[in-house]
């Protein structure tokens, strides 16, 4: 069934319980990768909020978690420039991070986060998106835990929004051409 948010209509694209199935999986490689570390998820607001409560509620080993904030869409279109809005408040030095996204495309929040991170020097950061879209994403950061590749089209729900709008439908939905 096609949505209507804002100006833009979207068509059916992930489902709730396939967003859960792979978040599921993603936990435990995440818990079988720690091998005895305690991470400290860091969410990237405000995209991952949906995607970070989920996995951490299934994710059974002990951890930590705070959060940043990062902008870099106007509308529909990422500006390439990326502002950190909410800093990190953790001390994460010699400890395994692991960043959780929403959606990795351009990747340039991931430069600007990794640039964050490089001054904590942590003993190893990961990363884990939701999507990814892999004919956009040209950075050489490599991606840990992937739970979707898309293609290059614009997605709304599950956290995710456009214009500031829709974060809160609980399946993801593409745009419609």
Do not use: H, W
Not at 38 to 59: Q, R, T, W
Not at 60 to 87: H, P, R, W
Not at 144 to 166: L, Q, T, W
């Amino acid at each position: 069934m096609e949505i209507q948010v804002l100006d833009k209509t979207f068509v059916p694209f992930i489902s709730a319980e396939r967003i859960q199935n792979r978040l599921e999986e993603i936990a435990t490689q995440i818990e079988r990768d720690m091998q005895g570390d305690i991470p400290v998820f860091i969410g990237v607001l405000n995209g991952s909020f949906m995607v970070f409560s989920d996995l951490i509620k299934k994710y059974k080993g002990d951890c930590e978690m705070s959060f940043v904030k990062m902008a870099s869409y106007i509308g529909t279109q990422s500006s390439n420039q990326v502002n950190q809005l909410l800093g990190l408040d953790i001390d994460v030095t010699d400890r395994t991070v692991v960043i959780i996204e929403d959606i990795v495309d351009t990747g340039n929040t991931l430069v600007a986060l990794k640039k964050l991170f490089d001054q904590q020097r942590p003993k190893q950061v990961k990363i884990c998106t939701l999507c990814l879209k892999p004919e956009a994403y040209k950075k050489d950061i490599p991606l840990d835990y992937v739970a979707f590749e898309i293609e290059n089209k614009f997605i709304v729900g599950y956290g995710m929004d456009y214009d500031k709008f829709g974060r809160n439908i609980p399946e993801i939905y593409q745009i419609k051409e």
